[in-house]
């Protein structure tokens, strides 16, 4: 999300909210097994963070900032990143790799926010050794392993979680809320972008296992399915733009993944979407900063339109359009306690109270079967079939 290291924030994404109060708690229990308060050390969560990246700059500040989480071990490969971070951020435990840290200081959830090829390996083998798992996205590189972590952690009694957070903001909810309401019709279309010029820090973003549809158009997947339902069907094209790009930590690397993508959904009833991302977009970031109105999540219906302002994954309002007014109404301009970096503060939450998570790990499954789709789709040149499904609506 960092599309540059000098692009400044908005202020609201700033704040290190507890997100105790977050839209979107909804008070179902996890299940009979779930666990409580009392089972965690101290009533608080112990979260270990491991890949020390850009990223973890924005969690980490977040996480130690919730008086009910403790960050007890950070680990990179790297593990001068690790300490960097260690220092920063008064983590009294740094590892340089998985299988130390596991074995090493005691905690209840791995916040994963190492490179995307590193997510199945890792997630894996925390799961495994019986921890809660927040991974950033996508959850795996496949569906088989994707699956394989599913069963995993429902074997072992634990939860995992993938990012990202959008179907937690106010904005979505609105959305939803508006569509239930009939005041807008039946939804027929909707279009999603989300683009910048690609990091410039790493090179696995442009080699095999990255790309912009996991890295960036994984946002708008999740917002429309999350909408308008699971997938049935899709059809995708991808391209490469630069031969090459230079990057900060490995210098000129070949550009293997996609940089330019387009997918279209069918989420079944006669409901179709479509999601443009890209790493070879002008930079709008900062068109999208608060009080600006750039769209990204368009949804049209019969007797009106909704139009997001800015990314999905911060939105700072909804305008409404309907049959018989003349002007665009503004909605829900308030992201309240919603921050797209908190997450794992989210889900820790969760885990102390026993509230159900939004956010579910059947929803990242049928997010990465998706967005393999749109590639299969590139490659063979049909429309592919979409077999997992989630529990949707979101909100029941
Ligand atoms: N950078 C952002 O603003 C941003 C925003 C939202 C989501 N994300 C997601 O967060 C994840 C990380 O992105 P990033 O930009 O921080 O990447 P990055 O390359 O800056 O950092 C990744 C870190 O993970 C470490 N790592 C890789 N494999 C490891 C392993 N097996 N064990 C331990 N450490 C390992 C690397 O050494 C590196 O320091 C990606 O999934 C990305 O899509 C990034």
Same mark, same amino acid.
């Given at each position: 999300?960092?599309?540059?290291?000098?692009?400044?924030?908005?202020?609201?994404?700033?704040?290190?909210?507890?997100?105790?109060?977050?839209?979107?708690?909804?008070?179902?229990?996890?299940?009979?097994?779930?666990?409580?308060?009392?089972?965690?050390?101290?009533?608080?969560?112990?979260?270990?963070?491991?890949?020390?990246?850009?990223?973890?700059?924005?969690?980490?500040?977040?996480?130690?900032?919730?008086?009910?989480?403790?960050?007890?071990?950070?680990?990179?490969?790297?593990?001068?990143?690790?300490?960097?971070?260690?220092?920063?951020?008064?983590?009294?435990?740094?590892?340089?790799?998985?299988?130390?840290?596991?074995?090493?200081?005691?905690?209840?959830?791995?916040?994963?926010?190492?490179?995307?090829?590193?997510?199945?390996?890792?997630?894996?083998?925390?799961?495994?050794?019986?921890?809660?798992?927040?991974?950033?996205?996508?959850?795996?590189?496949?569906?088989?392993?994707?699956?394989?972590?599913?069963?995993?952690?429902?074997?072992?009694?634990?939860?995992?979680?993938?990012?990202?957070?959008?179907?937690?903001?106010?904005?979505?909810?609105?959305?939803?809320?508006?569509?239930?309401?009939?005041?807008?019709?039946?939804?027929?279309?909707?279009?999603?972008?989300?683009?910048?010029?690609?990091?410039?820090?790493?090179?696995?973003?442009?080699?095999?296992?990255?790309?912009?549809?996991?890295?960036?158009?994984?946002?708008?997947?999740?917002?429309?399915?999350?909408?308008?339902?699971?997938?049935? *069907?899709? &059809?995708?094209? $991808?391209?490469?733009?630069? %031969?090459?790009?230079?990057?900060?930590?490995? /210098?000129?690397?070949? =550009?293997?993944?996609?940089?330019?993508?387009?997918?279209?959904?069918?989420?079944?009833?006669?409901?179709?979407?479509?999601?443009?991302?890209?790493?070879?977009?002008?930079?709008?970031?900062?068109?999208?900063?608060?009080?600006?109105?750039?769209?990204?999540?368009?949804?049209?219906?019969?007797?009106?339109?909704?139009?997001?302002?800015?990314?999905?994954?911060?939105?700072?309002?909804?305008?409404?359009?309907?049959?018989? *007014?003349? &002007?665009?109404? $503004?909605?829900?301009?308030? %992201?309240?306690?919603?921050?797209?970096?908190? /997450?794992?503060?989210? =889900?820790?939450?969760?885990?102390?109270?026993?509230?159900?998570?939004?956010?579910?790990?059947?929803?990242?499954?049928?997010?990465?079967?998706?967005?393999?789709?749109?590639?299969?789709?590139?490659?063979?040149?049909?429309?592919?079939?979409?077999?997992?499904?989630?529990?949707?609506?979101?909100?029941?």
């Amino acid at each position: 999300m960092n599309t540059t290291h000098n692009i400044p924030r908005r202020q609201f994404l700033k704040d290190s909210a507890v997100l105790g109060a977050a839209v979107g708690l909804v008070p179902n229990l996890l299940g009979a097994d779930s666990s409580s308060a009392a089972s965690f050390k101290g009533g608080k969560i112990r979260v270990g963070e491991i890949g020390c990246g850009s990223v973890s700059g924005s969690y980490l500040p977040n996480l130690t900032s919730q008086p009910f989480i403790e960050v007890v071990s950070v680990c990179d490969i790297i593990v001068e990143r690790a300490k960097k971070r260690a220092e920063k951020f008064k983590v009294p435990n740094v590892y340089s790799n998985i299988d130390d840290m596991l074995a090493g200081a005691p905690f209840d959830l791995l916040v994963n926010t190492t490179s995307m090829p590193s997510h199945f390996p890792v997630n894996k083998k925390a799961l495994q050794a019986k921890r809660h798992v927040w991974s950033e996205k996508p959850i795996a590189l496949n569906l088989k392993d994707g699956k394989e972590l599913l069963d995993l952690a429902k074997r072992n009694g634990v939860h995992f979680w993938g990012s990202p957070t959008c179907v937690t903001s106010p904005q979505f909810k609105f959305m939803v809320d508006t569509m239930n309401s009939g005041k807008i019709g039946k939804v027929t279309a909707a279009h999603g972008t989300y683009g910048h010029g690609g990091p410039g820090w790493s090179g696995w973003f442009y080699q095999k296992g990255g790309g912009s549809l996991y890295d960036l158009g994984v946002y708008n997947v999740t917002t429309f399915t999350g909408l308008l339902g699971p997938v049935k *069907e899709v &059809v995708g094209m $991808t391209t490469i733009i630069n %031969p090459t790009r230079k990057v900060e930590d490995q /210098g000129v690397v070949k =550009v293997e993944a996609d940089e330019n993508t387009m997918l279209i959904m069918n989420h079944g009833n006669g409901v179709l979407s479509h999601v443009q991302t890209g790493f070879v977009y002008f930079d709008g970031e900062r068109f999208a900063g608060e009080g600006r109105q750039l769209y990204t999540i368009d949804v049209t219906a019969t007797k009106g339109t909704m139009h997001m302002q800015g990314w999905d994954w911060g939105p700072s309002g909804v305008d409404v359009a309907r049959e018989g *007014e003349a &002007v665009l109404e $503004t909605f829900c301009k308030d %992201p309240g306690q919603y921050n797209w970096v908190g /997450g794992a503060t989210y =889900v820790a939450q969760c885990l102390l109270t026993g509230n159900a998570s939004l956010i579910t790990p059947e929803h990242a499954l049928h997010v990465l079967e998706v967005m393999n789709a749109c590639h299969e789709s590139q490659r063979t040149g049909h429309r592919v079939n979409v077999e997992t499904t989630f529990k949707w609506p979101i909100f029941s």
